[in-house]
């Protein structure tokens, strides 16, 4: 049973090792592969430069693709998403005779609502930055492609190593904004587990599912929580309004839950104790 990670990075090789844990031979393409685990099969790829690319191994049953953009430009994003999504299918469809499926992972950026509501699978795509367009079209490559394709939209991914809204409170820069919003997040941990969790569901699992927790939260109450916890002041209020990325609405787990997965982090506060307890570490 063969694996390949294209674009191994944090989540890829977390859910990497997941796969290794489940008798599973899994091969890693990167750069680097030097950084890769013991346990994986390397390859130095670029995936900017397909004419270089290996072949890849025909007996590949799942492949993982979790672009790592080097920037946040509509022009990075194009390269690393949608060139690398266009060459890959195109290569898959000859290649890999045995593919069960490609998993994505994709954002939950690339849906539309606002204003508090709950959001799901069937919210019309309507992304609001270019960044984000290129996320949903590079989801349409793969789920025009004919091939078996599950695309995982994951909110905002937070985890070892990933502590922004942590350093924020610690070097008090942190500010309660002036209209506190919602916001949607998965732990590192539960995106690598989700996308094992739908490598086993096999024709069973769907084209798309939200991949995020339990508990949509408003921004300052994630600030102060982490501000007692941190054992440090809570943070003081904006004076002036913020400009935020991210959209204000709630995201709905109710689809990929049904399937049987199971959250370790069903919340915020599970999820940052873990992290600045150090259970786990961020792979580079």
Same mark, same amino acid.
């Given at each position: ?15 990497? #090792? ?211 916890? #941190? ?54």
């Amino acid at each position: 049973m063969q694996v390949l990670l294209v674009s191994a990075g944090d989540v890829a090789i977390e859910s990497g #090792l997941r796969f290794v844990r489940q008798g599973y031979e899994v091969e890693g393409w990167r750069r680097n592969s030097s950084k890769l685990p013991a346990e994986f099969k390397g390859q130095d790829v670029d995936l900017l430069n397909p004419s270089a690319w290996p072949v890849i191994d025909e007996s590949t049953e799942f492949v993982v693709f979790t672009p790592v953009p080097a920037a946040r430009t509509y022009e990075a994003y194009t390269r690393s998403y949608l060139e690398v999504a266009q060459e890959l299918v195109q290569r898959l469809s000859v290649q890999a005779p045995t593919l069960k499926r490609i998993i994505y992972v994709s954002s939950s950026a690339v849906s539309g609502g606002g204003d508090g509501e709950w959001i799901d699978e069937g919210t019309e795509v309507a992304p609001n930055r270019a960044t984000s367009e290129v996320l949903a079209a590079t989801e349409r490559v793969f789920l025009d492609s004919g091939l078996p394709v599950t695309v995982l939209r994951a909110s905002g991914i937070y985890g070892p190593g990933r502590n922004h809204l942590i350093d924020q409170v610690r070097d008090g820069s942190a500010r309660m904004p002036l209209d506190s919003h919602w916001t949607n997040r998965i732990h590192r941990d539960d995106l690598a587990q989700a996308i094992v969790h739908v490598a086993t569901l096999g024709n069973a699992s769907e084209d798309v599912y939200m991949v995020t927790d339990d508990e949509p939260a408003q921004i300052d109450e994630i600030y102060t929580f982490l501000a007692e916890q #941190l054992r440090l002041p809570i943070p003081p209020q904006a004076t002036e309004q913020t400009v935020r990325r991210a959209a204000n609405r709630r995201i709905r787990n109710d689809k990929l839950l049904a399937t049987g997965f199971e959250l370790q982090f069903p919340g915020f506060r599970e999820g940052y104790r873990s992290v600045l307890a150090g259970d786990s570490i961020r792979h580079r």
